[in-house]
């Protein structure tokens, strides 16, 4: 695969000759403060400051009081004026933010679902449309990058972090992350002649930032070679191949180098090995943690020079301070200028492609105008409808909208905070979006009445009697249950509900209080439903035996109340499980792409693979089939191609969308190979009594054996093609190796 050219290398001939006589008249001080950042925060006057004595860069959105599109489009604007007035060449600066589902952090912007949930609905093409949608907001506030998308593939179902994953596929990692990319950043540089309306992907975090001991944030990473080049490695390649114009590195160590200062990782396998030629964003304060954290180094002068010398362009944070380090050490000839300069430069090019140069501030009323505008709102209300997956249906669903009385009740029935998820604004001026409540209400009949008690917080009961007799006195009962919203593990909600209560890394059951209250409004024999808005899978078995309808909602965004239009029937749930659902938290972690061993599927020992739910399910109101797999050939060479076709039929009475899946298995290879491993899918929708045939188009050389070195390895042998229950193989005849 050739690598695309990242957003940051498109800049023409007279824009590369500008970034030369800038960079050739700049001091070392200037050329320092190009990649070097600083943090937006309330003291606008200081910051101003900050950056002109320091000709400081670039600013990152974080937590700042500015959070209404008119203020951080105001606020845009100053800081961008004072960057250019106090520099000799009129630099601009770049400006990030956290968006990796929206500009979440932004009252009133559009708020997609977690990508957890974009990756249930396997729509690349939507996920595409929800990244060109969160570009324009940014850009309208005067944001040109952010921090997304997550390349990083879900491994323990205990990571805090699993809500911003698109899950345990590689290739579904891969193709989502792709699509970010392009919708981000557009596809191409033909397709786009200016960067105006466009922000810059950072993917990240690179490489194997998801698999840390203990499923704890942040802890040593273990992985082998061939576990990083065959899980790991492939959602990044994707995401370079597409364009993406920066990478950020994970906080782990792996192999006992900490990423943020490895020349291994960010040289030899990011930029040699995968072709990378973008720019390389540190995490937050990453660098610091090669001192703070891994103690690795002895100082933060250290851990900066170490972590400059590695391969890192850009330092988001550590403004004046982090300028000064640097400019003493290229004075003291620990750093070359050439170094810094390296890194300026893909800096300025970067501010070229994206049209600062020209047009770098930004219209306030544009920015009004241009957040949570409906028809951004209406591409987050199909994200959240496709996203939605059925989980269990013993004849509840979908609801009649003409109900006599409808009964809502649990921690998330009303809460927009925690449908946000991570990433999001949950102060004042609220943000925008309907609640789970406010849709139910939206969709029922004017005859209708909806009638809601809270019954529980997340950790605590409250008027279960209450909850218990609203139950027994309706005709149909929702019990909206799961977690909060939660940045970066549990740090947040950690904050508001305690280390030792839920969520935690420990605890994948729900809470007493929340088993209690749908236990209690089971009870009464209304029929129930209960709806999980949480960002991780969480074991349910219980609710799972005995609950007849249940809905697996993520953390669906602003739109919540796409989850009535599920529930009410106004569309065909057709999200699938993009993770493994364990039972427990002693059964995990729990990968349907597991690797074969002597006891794995021996009859004698507990499966290897015992999910609640398993990766892909979901179930449907319409009766979709599967029949008449067909292969293009029986023995082919590992140069060619093996069309596949699969018939599918709508048996039933009503419409449906049927995501459909191909696994390939290695019957027979020289190295352990997964006993299944996803490599197409697609989805198809059909009316009553419609059928359509799906192909594919599977290269050979794709399922060959990954070795250490990233290469492939296709070999003679057997090859299993399952879709659904059907089962087909065809023979590779020769050897061929591709690097």
Known sequence: MTPGRAFGQRVDREDERRV?????????????GQIVGIGAREDLEGMKDEIETHHLGSCHFGETPYNTPAEKAAFANEIQRAAIDASRFDVPLFVRAMAEHGHAAVAGSTVFPQQLGLAATRDPDLLER????????????????????????????????????????????????????????????????????????????????SEGLRGQDQAPNEVTDYTLRR???????????????????????????????????????????????????????????????????????ESIWRTIRAG??????????????LVGLVEDGELSEARIEESARRILRLKFALDLFDDPFVDVDDAVETLGSEPHREVARETARESMTLLENDGVLPLESDLDRVFVTGPNADSLAHQHGGWGTVRDPDPLGDTVLEGIEAAVGSDTTVTYERGATLNETEDVDAARAGAADADAAIVVLGEPDYVHEFVASSAEYGLDEFPNRTQLTLPDAQRELVEAVHTTGTPTIAVLVTGRVLATPWIAEHVPGVLMAYQPGSEGGAIADVLFGECDPSGRLPISVPRSEGH??????????????????????????????GLSYADIEYRDLDLSAEEVGPDGTVDVEVTLENVGDRAGTEPVELFATDVRSSRVTPVREL????????????????TFTLAVESLGIVEDDGSRTVEPGTFEIRVDDLLESFEVTRRRAYR
């Open 20 to 32: 030369d006589d800038i960079l050739e008249r700049m001091t070392v001080e200037e050329k320092v």
């Open 130 to 209: 929800c990244a060109d949608v969160a570009a324009s907001e940014m850009r309208a506030t005067g944001v040109q990058s952010t921090s997304s998308p997550i390349g990083d593939v879900a491994r323990d179902q205990r990571w805090g972090r699993i809500a911003e994953t698109f899950g345990e596929s590689p290739f579904l990692c891969a193709a989502s992350t792709a699509a970010m990319v392009r919708g981000y950043q557009g596809r191409t540089d033909a397709e786009r002649d200016s960067g105006d309306d466009r922000v810059l992907a950072v993917t990240k975090h690179f490489p194997a930032y």
């Open 231 to 301: 899980i790991h490695v492939p959602p990044y390649a994707a995401g370079i191949d597409a364009g993406t114009a920066g990478i950020m590195p994970c906080y782990n160590s792996i192999n006992g180098e900490p990423v943020h200062g490895s020349s291994r990782v960010l040289e030899d396998l990011l930029r040699k090995d995968l072709g990378f030629d973008g720019f390389v964003l540190a995490d937050a304060r990453g660098a610091e943690d090669l001192h703070g954290g891994h103690g690795v180094t002895g100082s933060r002068e």
């Open 312 to 325: 890192l362009d850009l330092l988001p944070f550590g403004g004046g301070e982090y300028a000064d380090l």
């Open 588 to 617: 995990v972690p729990l990968r349907f792409n597991y690797l074969p061993s002597p006891t794995a599927d021996d009859p004698a020992f507990k499966s290897s693979y015992d999910p609640l739910y398993e990766y892909g399910y």
């Open 679 to 694: 490599v197409a899918f697609d989805r198809v929708t059909l009316d009553p009594d419609q059928q359509e045939t799906a």
